[in-house]
């Protein structure tokens, strides 16, 4: 089972839309979870960190949530925009590693259409 | 802007072939990765260095080779490339375990 859960798998909606995406996770001790978004044929790009004593923090139309007692969090994106089409990937750090390995969800992939 | 970066970004070779994909930073980070991806699949690490010469293999086994002489260098080698390493090969670097890590454009291979 892997230590990073995201759903939905895919989602598609229409411009102008709000979305949520979760990623559960059990990695323990946790250091940090960050936001990815990737591009098609691109390499991901940071969106939002959140360390275990934050639960809200904002990036432009991009808002990420963190509950770490049930270990859960969320990326709520405004307004869609057609450039927002992309894999969001959420990462997160293991507390106690010291090679500074980071585990992967496996991603939503997101398509606004017009 | 992330510097970091990865060439080339496509390549095409032949079955056989020996090939290094390179991956340069010039931010002093000491960490650096290698990832394989699928498309519209999730990233695997297949190698990450901590440090000057301190390489380890990740959690999905790979048959190339990685090597960090240099702290910006981390060049990644198939002595013989086969059709099942066609893939998309993303290179990152962070600072220590908490620092955020920056991806490279990546390199699309593709062996006939």
């Known amino acids: 089972k892997n230590q990073v859960e995201q759903s939905p798998q895919s989602l598609i909606i229409l411009e102008g839309k709000n979305c949520t995406l979760q990623c559960n996770y059990t990695v323990s001790p946790f250091s940090n979870l960050r936001w990815y978004k990737q591009d098609t044929g691109r390499g991901p790009v940071s969106l939002t960190i959140?360390?275990?004593?934050?639960n809200t923090k904002s990036n432009g139309r991009y808002t990420a949530t963190l509950d770490a007692d049930t270990k859960q969090s969320s990326l709520h994106i405004t307004a869609s925009q057609l450039s927002d089409s992309a894999s969001y990937i959420c990462?997160?750090?293991?507390?106690?590693?010291?090679?500074?390995?980071?585990?992967f969800g496996q991603g939503t992939t997101l398509q606004v259409k017009p | 802007e992330a510097d970091i970066y990865q060439t080339p970004r496509y390549l095409v070779i032949g079955t056989g072939k020996k090939i290094t994909l390179e991956c340069s930073q010039t931010?002093?980070?000491?960490?650096m990765y290698w990832y394989q991806q699928d498309p519209g699949m999730e990233l695997h690490l297949i190698h990450y260095?901590?440090?000057?010469?301190?390489?380890e293999k990740g959690d999905l086994s790979s048959e190339s080779t990685v090597s960090r002489i240099r702290t910006e260098h981390f060049p990644l080698t198939l002595e013989s490339a086969r059709p099942s390493h066609t893939s998309q090969y993303l290179c990152a670097s962070r600072k220590g375990h908490m620092g955020e890590a920056f991806f490279g454009q990546g390199t699309r291979l593709t062996v006939v």
């Open positions: 931010m002093g980070h000491d960490k």
């Open positions: 959140m360390t275990f004593s934050e």
């Open positions: 990462v997160v750090s293991p507390g106690s590693s010291n090679t500074g390995k980071l585990i």
């Open positions: 260095s901590y440090g000057v010469n301190s390489t």
